[in-house]
């Protein structure tokens, strides 16, 4: 059975940092094309950033325009875990943040992790 399971979360000033991991009991971890969604609220589940799965060069980045400049993702294929690192966080990035690992058919989600961002 497949586990992903996110941890980092909690409460923050406007202007913080924090920094999410997503550990992964995936057998071949390296794979898997990974990625952060967040839902706030009455909000539908969004997307946040994404990265690739390493080949003969680092996993390719992607961001959503909210996040850009001020998110970082990052993966470490030997210890099985995905990270966020958000920076000069806002009121309106508060959210449950979920990790997503994807390849091919499998498409596997963690229980998710609360981020709140209050003064």
């Known amino acids: 059975q497949v586990h992903l399971v996110e941890s980092g979360g909690g409460v923050v000033q406007p202007g913080g940092s924090l920094r999410l991991s997503c550990a992964a009991s995936?057998?071949?971890?390296?794979?898997?094309?990974l990625g952060w969604y967040r839902q706030a609220p009455g909000n539908q589940r969004e997307f946040v950033a994404h990265i690739t799965q390493h080949g003969s060069s680092p996993g390719r980045t992607t961001y959503a325009d909210s996040v850009a400049g001020r998110f970082t993702i990052s993966r470490d294929d030997a210890k099985k875990t995905l990270y966020l690192q958000m920076k000069k966080l806002r009121l309106e990035d508060t959210a449950v943040y979920y990790c997503n690992a994807e390849h091919c058919v499998e498409d596997y989600w963690g229980q998710g992790t609360q981020v709140t961002v209050s003064s």
């Open positions: 995936l057998r071949d971890f390296e794979i898997y094309a």
